[in-house]
């Protein structure tokens, strides 16, 4: 059913560009499975949508004002075949559909790792991956490839056959990550490390880009991918290496600000340990990681929310809430009243009495390490 479905969907989906019929004709097995997902959640679907155009058509000729009717029942208000039929198949399709959805959830996840390369080729055991860290960056994609020692923008190389890890992170806003012929959307933010697992199983020429809209150059946010057999890999990797640039810290806060269309770039080697100072956003010098500081955090006793809020920053004392601050210590201002003189008695309610707005005034009772104001006799 789902080989023949594919042709109909052609066919609805010609007036669409060739790029956007890849998601029809992919070449790495994840997208294949998703592509067969889609195909057979439509023709379950079809099976209720084409009977009710069809039916609708049937009746409308059937029943027309100009046809006589012998079994003409005015008072028809049930049948039961009728109830069970519209209630049935319907019920039994989301049923399908149901299970086969939630069986897909959990073989297609991104973080769970390739058990096969393509139907009937199970993963051999110990079988190594190619390791790639893509970074989303305004408005390009940055790849590492740590095991090489290289890096490329816009620029996505991978060999036939070959289970790929990719670890993904952005730097300054939410993002997505898409190469249709090979697998499905993976949404990427900054401070997070999502993944993805994906295989090519054929040569190709194909192409990737962000699905989130992310400003201005949103539009040419795409990177080149190239599905290349093992040898032609590595001559890629060997070409990279002679006659590209170096990814320092400092060539990386360049490349960082904003810009569009940007060319192809490569990098022959890579700073050691850059997509994890990305990842926990300390590239520049001096500046402290996430990593350091949650680890400081955890270190003065912070293991939940209330405790997070309760620790120290890394680098200053813990600021003093206003509440908990001496009268004397609050400031003044056009728009603050000022501490009532001490003896004073709090305000009545009164329209326009300016002690209604004495924030002195208010009690502080449940407040770790909070002091009464004077004039409340503390």
């Given amino acids: 059913m789902r080989c023949a479905l594919l042709p109909l969907l052609v066919l609805v989906l010609a007036g669409c560009s060739r790029e956007r019929l890849v998601v029809l004709f992919p070449t790495g097995d994840v997208a294949v499975q998703q592509r ?7 023709a379950l679907m079809l099976t209720v949508v084409v009977p009710v155009i069809i039916m609708t058509v049937v009746f409308a000729i059937k029943y027309s004002a100009k046809r006589k009717h012998h079994d003409y029942d005015p008072n028809f208000d049930h049948s039961t075949g009728l109830e069970l039929a519209i209630w049935s198949i319907p019920l039994l399709i989301v049923t ?7 069986t897909s959830t959990h073989l297609l996840d991104p973080f769970r790792p390739l058990d096969r390369i393509a139907p009937g080729r199970p993963l051999a055991p110990g079988a190594k991956h190619l390791e790639v860290q893509v970074v989303a960056m305004d408005w390009k994609w940055l790849f590492i490839y740590p095991e090489q020692g290289i890096a490329t ?12 890890r990719f670890s993904m992170t952005s730097t300054s806003q939410f993002n997505t990550f898409y190469a249709p012929t090979m697998a499905g959307m993976i949404y990427v933010m900054p401070g997070m490390d999502a993944k993805l697992h ?3 199983n054929k040569p190709v020429e194909s192409f990737g880009y962000s699905g989130n809209y992310t400003g201005r150059g949103y539009s040419d946010m795409r990177f080149t991918l190239h599905g290349l057999d093992p040898a032609r890999f590595q001559q890629w990797v060997a070409n990279v290496k002679s006659h590209g640039g170096s990814m320092q810290a400092a060539s990386y806060l360049q490349l960082e600000k904003p810009s569009e269309k940007v060319p192809v770039m490569r990098f022959g080697s890579v700073q050691q340990g850059l997509y994890t100072r990305i990842l926990n956003r300390c590239v520049e010098q001096g500046k402290p990681c996430l990593a350091d500081v949650m680890l400081h955090d955890r270190m003065r006793g912070g293991t ?29 201002g056009s728009n603050v009243t000022a501490p009532a003189p001490p003896g004073t008695a709090p305000g009545h309610t009164k329209p326009g009495d300016q002690q209604n707005r004495n924030m002195s005034h208010l009690p502080t009772h449940g407040i770790p390490g909070a002091r009464m104001p004077e004039a409340l006799g503390a």
Avoid at 36 to 41: D, E, H, K, R
Avoid at 153 to 164: H, K, Q, R
């Fill in 304 to 332: 939940g929310d209330r405790q997070h809020r309760a620790a120290a920053p890394i680098s200053a004392d813990r600021p003093t809430p206003a509440l908990q601050k001496a009268p004397e210590d609050k400031g003044s």
């Fill in 36 to 42: 067969n997902l889609i195909a057979l959640a439509t």
């Fill in 198 to 200: 994906a295989v090519l």
């Fill in 96 to 102: 399908v559909l149901g299970a086969v959805t939630w």
């Fill in 153 to 164: 923008v816009n620029e996505l190389a991978l060999p036939v056959d070959v289970p790929v």
